[in-house]
Nanobody, 113 residues
Framework: VKLVESGGGLVQPGGSLRLSCAAS????????MSWYRQAPGKDREWVAH????????YYAGSVKGRFTISRDNAKNTVYLQMNSQKPEDTAVYYC???????WGQGTQVTVSP
Protein backbone atom coordinates (compact mmCIF):
# COMPACT_ATOMS: atom_id res chain seq x y z
CA VAL A 1 0.00 0.00 0.00
CA LYS A 2 1.29 3.43 -0.93
CA LEU A 3 -0.31 6.84 -0.43
CA VAL A 4 1.47 9.97 -1.68
CA GLU A 5 0.07 13.42 -0.90
CA SER A 6 0.92 16.53 -2.88
CA GLY A 7 -0.32 20.06 -3.43
CA GLY A 8 0.49 21.67 -0.11
CA GLY A 9 2.13 25.06 0.23
CA LEU A 10 1.74 28.60 1.49
CA VAL A 11 -1.57 30.37 0.91
CA GLN A 12 -3.00 33.65 2.14
CA PRO A 13 -6.12 33.73 4.32
CA GLY A 14 -9.17 33.45 2.09
CA GLY A 15 -7.21 31.57 -0.54
CA SER A 16 -7.53 28.07 -1.97
CA LEU A 17 -5.43 24.96 -2.41
CA ARG A 18 -6.17 21.51 -3.79
CA LEU A 19 -4.44 18.54 -2.26
CA SER A 20 -4.05 15.23 -4.07
CA CYS A 21 -3.34 11.75 -2.77
CA ALA A 22 -2.16 9.16 -5.28
CA ALA A 23 -2.90 5.62 -4.14
CA SER A 24 -1.46 2.27 -5.19
CA UNK A 25 -1.14 -1.28 -3.96
CA UNK A 26 -4.80 -1.93 -3.21
CA UNK A 27 -8.20 -1.83 -4.90
CA UNK A 28 -8.76 1.91 -4.68
CA UNK A 29 -12.20 1.92 -6.27
CA UNK A 30 -13.56 -0.30 -3.48
CA UNK A 31 -12.03 1.64 -0.61
CA UNK A 32 -13.29 4.48 1.56
CA MET A 33 -10.70 7.24 1.88
CA SER A 34 -10.13 9.96 4.47
CA TRP A 35 -8.18 13.15 5.02
CA TYR A 36 -6.74 14.09 8.40
CA ARG A 37 -4.59 16.97 9.58
CA GLN A 38 -2.22 17.70 12.42
CA ALA A 39 -1.47 21.23 13.53
CA PRO A 40 1.68 22.07 15.51
CA GLY A 41 1.32 20.95 19.10
CA LYS A 42 -2.08 19.36 18.52
CA ASP A 43 -3.42 15.87 18.01
CA ARG A 44 -4.15 14.60 14.55
CA GLU A 45 -7.79 15.29 13.65
CA TRP A 46 -10.17 13.89 11.08
CA VAL A 47 -11.13 16.30 8.30
CA ALA A 48 -13.30 14.38 5.82
CA HIS A 49 -14.02 11.04 4.23
CA UNK A 50 -15.60 9.74 1.08
CA UNK A 51 -17.17 6.43 0.18
CA UNK A 52 -15.82 4.16 -2.52
CA UNK A 53 -18.08 5.45 -5.26
CA UNK A 54 -17.59 9.08 -4.37
CA UNK A 55 -21.26 9.85 -3.85
CA UNK A 56 -21.22 10.14 -0.06
CA UNK A 57 -18.99 12.59 1.76
CA TYR A 58 -18.63 13.61 5.40
CA TYR A 59 -16.86 16.58 6.98
CA ALA A 60 -15.67 17.85 10.32
CA GLY A 61 -17.63 20.86 11.47
CA SER A 62 -14.56 23.09 11.28
CA VAL A 63 -14.23 22.62 7.50
CA LYS A 64 -17.80 21.95 6.37
CA GLY A 65 -18.83 24.36 3.65
CA ARG A 66 -15.21 25.31 2.87
CA PHE A 67 -13.53 22.00 1.98
CA THR A 68 -14.61 19.41 -0.58
CA ILE A 69 -13.37 15.84 -0.77
CA SER A 70 -13.61 14.04 -4.10
CA ARG A 71 -12.04 11.14 -5.92
CA ASP A 72 -11.19 9.90 -9.39
CA ASN A 73 -11.24 6.11 -9.35
CA ALA A 74 -9.79 5.97 -12.86
CA LYS A 75 -6.70 7.79 -11.58
CA ASN A 76 -6.58 6.15 -8.13
CA THR A 77 -6.53 9.62 -6.59
CA VAL A 78 -8.44 11.36 -3.83
CA TYR A 79 -8.55 15.15 -3.58
CA LEU A 80 -9.21 17.80 -0.96
CA GLN A 81 -10.25 21.18 -2.32
CA MET A 82 -9.76 23.80 0.38
CA ASN A 83 -11.41 27.20 -0.06
CA SER A 84 -11.77 30.25 2.18
CA GLN A 85 -8.77 29.10 4.14
CA LYS A 86 -8.05 30.35 7.63
CA PRO A 87 -4.80 30.49 9.63
CA GLU A 88 -6.18 27.69 11.81
CA ASP A 89 -6.14 25.41 8.76
CA THR A 90 -2.34 25.42 9.00
CA ALA A 91 -1.31 21.79 9.47
CA VAL A 92 0.25 18.75 7.87
CA TYR A 93 -2.47 17.04 5.86
CA TYR A 94 -2.56 13.27 5.50
CA CYS A 95 -4.65 10.90 3.45
CA UNK A 96 -5.61 7.54 4.87
CA UNK A 97 -7.48 4.42 3.99
CA UNK A 98 -10.52 4.95 6.21
CA UNK A 99 -10.69 1.47 7.71
CA UNK A 100 -7.00 0.58 8.04
CA UNK A 101 -3.89 2.14 9.53
CA UNK A 102 -2.30 3.06 6.20
CA TRP A 103 -1.22 6.70 6.00
CA GLY A 104 0.61 8.89 3.52
CA GLN A 105 3.67 10.92 4.47
CA GLY A 106 1.72 14.16 4.65
CA THR A 107 1.88 17.53 2.93
CA GLN A 108 2.35 20.86 4.72
CA VAL A 109 -0.29 23.57 4.35
CA THR A 110 0.46 26.99 5.78
CA VAL A 111 -2.16 29.75 5.80
CA SER A 112 -0.52 33.09 6.51
CA PRO A 113 -0.57 36.68 5.21
Amino acid sequence: VKLVESGGGLVQPGGSLRLSCAASGFTFSSTYMSWYRQAPGKDREWVAHINSGGLSTYYAGSVKGRFTISRDNAKNTVYLQMNSQKPEDTAVYYCKITTTDNWGQGTQVTVSP
